[in-house]
């Protein structure tokens, strides 16, 4: 039902634009979200948006370099990475979360709904 694309090999100081395509339901009763999860590491959120994209969270590791929005017509979601490091390499997943309304929250537990599968990021110096 979500399925992640746009990644791929970059360079330091790179950008790239991931999309996830939804189908099933309405996005736009749903919050959004982009996780990762590097080798040997855990699970980490890296933004979520509430449904309407009213309130929206970053991780600190991100912030000020990643975007993330959404267009409900196309049931499509974005997260659009600038400044790219290294420390960024890892595989992404998007996410939805029926009715989400605190992004903090369940961006940080992970307790979403839907999940896609992941796209690789690798960022090279």
């Known amino acids: 039902q979500l399925q992640a694309s746009g990644g791929g090999l970059v360079q330091v100081g790179g950008s790239l634009t991931l999309s996830c395509t939804t189908s099933?339901?309405?996005?736009?009763?749903?919050?959004i979200g982009w996780f990762r999860q590097a080798p040997g590491k855990g699970r980490e959120g890296v933004s979520c948006?509430?449904?309407?994209?009213?309130?929206?969270y970053y991780a600190n590791s991100v912030k000020d370099r990643f975007t993330i929005s959404r267009d409900n017509a196309k049931n499509t979601m974005y997260l659009q990475m600038n400044s790219l490091k290294p420390e960024d390499t890892a595989v992404y997943y998007c996410?939805?979360?029926?009715?989400?309304?605190?992004?903090?929250?369940?961006?940080?537990?992970?307790?979403?709904?839907?999940w896609g599968k992941g796209t690789q990021v690798t960022v090279s110096s």
């Open positions: 948006d509430s449904i309407s994209g009213f309130s929206v």
């Open positions: 996410a939805a979360k029926y009715k989400g309304l605190r992004p903090a929250s369940y961006c940080s537990r992970g307790t979403m709904h839907y």
């Open positions: 099933g339901f309405t996005l736009e009763n749903y919050a």
